[in-house]
């Protein structure tokens, strides 16, 4: 084969692949539809890489931050990706707003993990606060960065045991009041704390309630008077019965835990991250976010979100399927 018509062959490999890809990109903007477990695209067409993450909703933009747990990146450092939409379904790739060598004499297979950003008001700072271990995870501390822009480069300032306990599994709430509180897992306790942040957000202030349980993957929401907190089992990467109680205050006293999905199903094949709350003209709705974790291969590690039932105490997590939501209604519709 000539020079040429090797130089024209690759040309063609090339422009199919691309082509390829912009079919992927089309087909993903002209969906309406959530699919829960399988493959989400970005707006680059490339699969999005938020594991573990937080949603921060400002204005009508949602931004989505977590582990980018890309096969590209250098495995020598820990990312965390920015992405927005204004859907809560197609969404916009901004950038790695952490690409961060191992910090405070870390080394080897070093761990940062879920991700959650916070906007303080009064300082005009975003703050991201992250899980931050050793190989062995006995590090066990919380790590705090900071940018003056949603999806600037996040400076690192500290790591630090919050309420001098042991945090593993953070996650992330904002009451309907505006108020910002970490959720963390401590094992010791064998429990989680949700604890309030101080002005500034750059330190945990104040306890607020022990959950009585040994769970990870914390998340709250506020929903017709009460407060309903879910976790998950410790079982590692492996998918287990989540659970929630509930309380009229996040200081407690909280119920005996129920479980969020029949028990046999594990979740749906996932832990919980996240309950997100949209509240619309018409409807509030409340979706679970969670991941379904491929330990193997932790960059094809898939979503589940999916609008729960809930009110008067109950949480129910509904078999996962194709649905849609109207961001600005707050309408969520669920294939039959």
């Not at 067409?45 to 931004?63: D, E, N, P, V």
């Not at 940018?147 to 790591?159: K, L, M, Q, W």
């Amino acid at each position: 084969m000539t020079n040429r018509g090797f130089l024209a062959r690759r040309w063609v490999v090339v422009l199919l692949f691309c082509f390829a890809l912009c079919c992927v990109a089309q087909a993903q903007s002209a969906s309406t539809d959530i699919k829960p477990g399988e493959p989400w695209f970005d707006d680059r067409g490339q699969q999005i890489q938020a594991h573990g993450g937080g949603i921060l909703h400002l204005g009508k933009t949602w931004f989505w931050f977590g582990e980018d747990r890309s096969k590209t990146n250098d495995p020598d450092k820990r990312y965390v990706a920015c992405y927005s939409s204004d859907d809560l379904v197609h969404w916009k790739y901004h950038r790695q707003v952490i690409a961060m060598a191992a910090p405070e004499g870390l080394s080897g297979h070093w761990v940062l993990e879920r991700p959650k950003v916070f906007y303080n008001a009064k300082t005009k700072k975003f703050v991201l606060y992250m899980h931050l271990d050793d190989p062995a995870y006995k590090m066990a501390r919380v790590a705090v960065a900071t940018s003056d822009t949603v999806d600037g480069d996040y400076n690192y300032i500290r790591s630090f045991r919050p309420l001098d306990f042991e945090s593993r599994d953070i996650g992330q709430f904002i009451d309907d009041d505006g108020a910002a509180y970490l959720i963390f897992e401590s094992r010791p306790s064998k429990g989680f704390y949700i604890a309030k942040l101080s002005d500034d957000y750059l330190d945990v202030a104040k306890e607020m309630s022990f959950v009585d349980a040994p769970l990870e993957g914390g998340a709250i929401v506020h929903y017709q008077g009460l407060y309903y907190a879910l976790g998950s089992h410790l079982t590692g990467w492996k998918a287990n019965p989540n659970v929630y109680a509930t309380s009229a205050t996040l200081s407690g006293p909280w119920s005996a835990m129920k479980d969020i999905a029949p028990p046999e199903v594990n979740t749906y094949d996932s832990q919980s991250s996240m309950l997100v709350k949209v509240v619309g003209s018409k409807a509030t709705t409340v979706i679970y976010v969670g991941d379904r974790w491929k330990p193997k291969d932790l960059w094809d590690s898939r979503y589940i979100w999916m609008p729960v039932e809930i009110g008067s105490g109950n949480l129910h997590l509904p078999q996962p399927k194709y649905w849609t939501i109207n961001a600005k209604t707050g309408v969520a519709t669920v294939a039959r």
